[in-house]
Nanobody, 124 residues
Framework: HVQLVESGGASVQAGGSLRLTCITS????????LAWIRQSPGKERDVIAS????????LYADSVKGRFTISRDSAQNRLYLQMDSLKSEDTGRYYC??????????????????WGQGTQVTVS
């Protein structure tokens, strides 16, 4: 069983920075790609960043490219999202997620089978 717990969300001013952390557990986590998925008010959830099993390759949605950085630690049991130059449109609930057995390395949310509880980010 894969478990994911996010932390680090807060209310910040536009232009500020935040670092989100996801604690992962489960014997299969090291064999899964990880991602951050955002749900903005009135919108469906979208994958905004993902990282492969080895922490080498990354993908970003155009809306966050150049401002956000996704990474996983050497033990591959922590997932991070460094968020810089935050904008009001970055407001939303951020979830970490892990890939399922049919995963293709893209930003398509249907490939992620495991979800955390989310952490709220508000930019004003």
């Amino acid at each position: 069983h894969v478990q994911l717990v996010e932390s680090g969300g807060a209310s910040v001013q536009a232009g500020g920075s935040l670092r989100l952390t996801c604690i992962t557990s489960g014997l299969s986590v090291s064999r899964k790609a990880l991602a951050w998925i955002r749900q903005s008010p009135g919108k469906e959830r979208d994958v905004i960043a993902s990282v492969d099993t080895g922490g080498v390759r990354t993908l970003y949605a155009d809306s966050v490219k150049g401002r956000f950085t996704i990474s996983r630690d050497s033990a591959q049991n922590r997932l991070y999202l460094q968020m810089d130059s935050l904008k009001s449109e970055d407001t939303g609930r951020y979830y970490c997620a892990a890939s399922g057995p049919d995963f293709v390395f893209t930003l398509e949310k249907r490939y992620f089978s495991y979800w955390g509880q989310g952490t709220q980010v508000t930019v004003s």
